[in-house]
């Protein structure tokens, strides 16, 4: 019952936001590269270490992207990495936090991804920061250090299965 009822609310949100979640295209780099630069949190130093390029090699090459827009514009976004089997991008423009955008797209991510593999997938963040929290509480396993600076998540095709039965 408290399923349906999370579904229903998110459902009105959705319509309410008139949110579109669909796969990413390269002409949405540019929007994609906004959000990226506008959080508030595992900032980069330099925007340019990040090019075009990448995304469009992440997406296109590497792996998939999604995008939730609102009005023809892009306030979060997730891209996929299957040659390293890690999550390399899942960001949403401050504004929009907390309104179930970054756990759409983790979901939709994932589930693509263990749809084309079964295995593990890894990704790496930055110390008590929200999103920390976020990933512990979608149910991300600590697997120690990326570098110094990074926590190291890890998700099994089991424990995903798992999780996924249990928000339906």
Same mark, same amino acid.
């Given at each position: ?10 459902? !009105? +949100? ?56 609102? /009005?023809? =514009?892009?306030?979060?976004? *997730?891209? !996929? ?5 890690? !999550?390399?991008?899942? +960001? ?33 963040? /930055? +110390?008590?920061? =929200? *999103? ?10 600590? /697997? ?8 190291? +998540?890890?998700?099994? /095709? ?11």
């Amino acid at each position: 019952m408290i399923r349906l009822i999370s579904l229903i609310r998110e459902s !009105v +949100f959705n319509l309410l936001l008139n949110m579109i979640f669909r796969e990413a295209s390269s002409d949405d780099i540019p929007q994609m590269q906004f959000v990226r630069n506008s959080v508030k949190e595992n900032m980069l130093s330099d925007p340019a270490l990040v090019p075009d390029k990448d995304y469009d090699e992440y997406m296109n090459v590497r792996g998939n992207g999604w995008i939730c827009e609102i /009005a023809g =514009r892009v306030v979060g976004f *997730a891209i !996929v990495d299957l040659k390293e089997n890690n !999550v390399w991008a899942l +960001f949403v423009l401050p504004d929009y936090e907390g309104k179930g955008i970054g756990k759409k797209l983790h979901d939709m991510m994932l589930d693509w991804y263990f749809e084309e593999t079964k295995d593990p997938i890894w990704l790496g963040t /930055a +110390f008590n920061t =929200r *999103a920390e929290k976020f990933y512990r509480r979608l149910g991300w396993k600590e /697997a120690g250090t990326h570098g110094s600076k990074e926590i190291k +998540f890890e998700m099994s /095709a089991d424990d995903w299965f798992v999780l996924s039965q249990k928000r339906q």
